[in-house]
């Protein structure tokens, strides 16, 4: 069992960035398939982020070329940096490991 502990939330204007962290209780061995996913009010939980190889990620359309998902080499910690932040950014982002571990969230406000 691992638990996911979301921060790095806030308020910030357009424009503006953030770095999310996501910090895991024992080390994480693969972080393949790791990645934020983030929910507005009255959507759907969407994917935002995913670590899908040694270097590699996907990104969804929406966010990519602003957002950047990393992880730490001491394997206990994940990153999102955020930069462009848009209104519709606006959303409690939630870091996920594969076997259905969730970060409780943490709440991203992007302020027009």
């Known amino acids: 069992q691992v638990q996911l502990v979301d921060s790095g939330g806030g308020l910030v204007q357009t424009g503006g960035s953030l770095r999310l962290t996501c910090g895991a209780s024992?080390?994480?061995?693969?972080?393949?398939?790791m990645g934020w996913f983030r929910q507005a009010p009255g959507k759907q939980r969407e994917q935002v982020a995913r670590?899908?190889?040694?270097?590699?990620?996907d990104y969804a359309d929406s966010v990519k070329g602003r957002f950047t998902i990393s992880k730490d080499n001491a394997g206990n910690t994940m990153y999102l940096q955020m930069s462009g932040l848009k209104p519709e950014d606006t959303a409690v982002y939630y870091c996920?490991?594969?076997?259905?571990?969730w970060g409780q969230g943490t709440q991203v406000t992007v302020s027009s």
């Open positions: 024992k080390r994480i061995f693969s972080f393949i398939g």
């Open positions: 670590i899908t190889g040694r270097d590699a990620a």
């Open positions: 996920y490991k594969p076997g259905g571990y």
